[in-house]
């Protein structure tokens, strides 16, 4: 450690950083299945914490290290100890330089973030509050990952709309077609949806907008409800035939003989192409499709079958 800085603050750092860093390389290694460098240089990083506060000066290396096992305890729930495959390529895939640093510097608001810059995972204080709140350091990690994520794979599907078309469709599809079924008169149908699609769809509408219109767009909340919406609307489809048809066998053989694939299917399309106010349905090529625009997204799920007796 360079002599310029103090000798508590060395054995700080020696004591409490140092000697135990080897143990969060292999938690992460563990969660992410990457060996990542912690890269905090405190020759850099000690001129900048607020040397008034002895805490900031003499205990750098005690913070520092809890900066990082914040981030370790962050990326465990996200990946479910290292379970969850698509949460690790994810992380891996936009901290591509392995590497992760702590910084402090000026930021607007708040005390603490994450970021991503160059493929370096930066842990960041805001100036005059290093080691404050440092257990919601990485709170937001998920957000960044997107964000940065979002600038270089631009289109590409952010990993909140993965997690939720997994978690909020996905594990729940086989429940939801059993109950179709049972309304089909034991008649199995598959639920489908392409999330890459609607996510790419989406940012195309997006970018289409002027900027003071592309507030009618709500990019957040189509990442954040892939999964919970298309099963919304899904689920819309299944009270809609329960309804009308009340397992009646001349309704459901009516829907069956234009439903010849056995597939009901959700797309978004632009708002321009939409025949309704906010979502439509229609038979096309031997499949029931619901369609949504950006615009509506996730709004009157519950009726965009409704005229579903009209169309037999």
């Given at each position: 450690?360079?002599?310029?800085l103090?000798?508590?603050?060395?054995?700080n750092?020696?004591?409490e950083?140092?000697n135990?860093?080897?143990?969060?390389i292999?938690?992460?290694?563990?969660?992410?299945?990457?060996?990542y460098?912690?890269v905090?240089?405190f020759?850099?990083?000690?001129?900048?914490?607020?040397?008034?506060e002895?805490?900031?000066?003499e205990?750098i290396?005690?913070?520092?290290?809890?900066?990082?096992?914040?981030?370790?305890?962050?990326?465990?729930?996200?990946?479910?100890e290292?379970?969850?495959?698509?949460?690790?390529?994810?992380?891996?895939?936009?901290v591509?330089?392995?590497?992760?640093?702590?910084?402090?510097v000026?930021m607007?608001?708040?005390?603490n973030?994450?970021?991503?810059t160059?493929?370096?995972l930066?842990?960041?204080y805001?100036?005059d509050?290093?080691?404050?709140?440092?257990?919601y350091?990485?709170?937001?990690?998920?957000?960044?990952?997107?964000?940065s994520f979002?600038e270089?794979?631009?289109?590409?599907?952010?990993?909140?709309?993965?997690?939720?078309?997994?978690?909020?469709?996905l594990?729940?599809?086989q429940?939801l077609?059993?109950?179709?079924?049972?309304?089909?008169l034991d008649?199995?149908?598959?639920?489908?949806a392409?999330?890459?699609?609607?996510?790419?769809?989406?940012?195309?509408?997006f970018?289409?907008?002027?900027?003071?219109?592309?507030?009618d767009?709500?990019?957040?909340?189509?990442?954040?409800?892939?999964?919970?919406?298309?099963y919304?609307?899904f689920?819309?489809f299944?009270?809609?035939i329960?309804y009308?048809?009340k397992q009646?066998d001349?309704?459901?053989?009516?829907f069956?003989?234009?439903?010849?694939k056995k597939?009901?299917?959700?797309?978004?399309?632009?708002?321009?192409?939409?025949?309704?106010?906010?979502?439509?349905?229609v038979?096309?090529?031997?499949?029931?499709i619901i369609?949504?625009s950006?615009?509506?997204?996730y709004?009157?799920t519950s009726?965009?079958?409704?005229d579903?007796?009209?169309l037999?």
């Amino acid at each position: 450690m360079a002599a310029k800085l103090p000798l508590l603050t060395r054995k700080n750092i020696r004591d409490e950083f140092t000697n135990k860093k080897d143990g969060l390389i292999g938690k992460l290694k563990e969660y992410t299945g990457e060996t990542y460098d912690l890269v905090v240089n405190f020759e850099e990083l000690y001129p900048t914490v607020n040397q008034g506060e002895s805490y900031q000066t003499e205990s750098i290396g005690t913070i520092v290290y809890n900066t990082y096992e914040s981030l370790v305890d962050q990326l465990k729930r996200m990946t479910d100890e290292g379970d969850n495959q698509v949460v690790k390529d994810y992380f891996n895939d936009v901290v591509s330089s392995k590497k992760i640093n702590v910084l402090v510097v000026d930021m607007e608001s708040g005390y603490n973030a994450t970021r991503v810059t160059d493929g370096v995972l930066e842990l960041v204080y805001r100036k005059d509050n290093f080691g404050t709140n440092t257990s919601y350091i990485a709170s937001e990690l998920q957000k960044e990952l997107d964000k940065s994520f979002g600038e270089t794979h631009k289109g590409q599907l952010p990993l909140a709309a993965r997690l939720g078309f997994q978690n909020d469709f996905l594990d729940k599809k086989q429940a939801l077609e059993k109950k179709i079924a049972e309304e089909l008169l034991d008649q199995e149908i598959s639920l489908v949806a392409d999330p890459a699609k609607v996510w790419e769809v989406a940012v195309q509408e997006f970018d289409k907008l002027k900027k003071r219109e592309q507030s009618d767009i709500d990019m957040e909340s189509i990442a954040r409800n892939m999964g919970a919406a298309i099963y919304s609307y899904f689920e819309g489809f299944k009270d809609q035939i329960a309804y009308k048809f009340k397992q009646d066998d001349l309704m459901v053989e009516g829907f069956m003989e234009l439903c010849e694939k056995k597939e009901v299917r959700f797309e978004l399309i632009p708002k321009a192409d939409l025949k309704k106010s906010y979502n439509e349905a229609v038979f096309e090529d031997g499949v029931y499709i619901i369609r949504a625009s950006p615009q509506t997204w996730y709004t009157n799920t519950s009726y965009a079958c409704e005229d579903i007796d009209k169309l037999l």
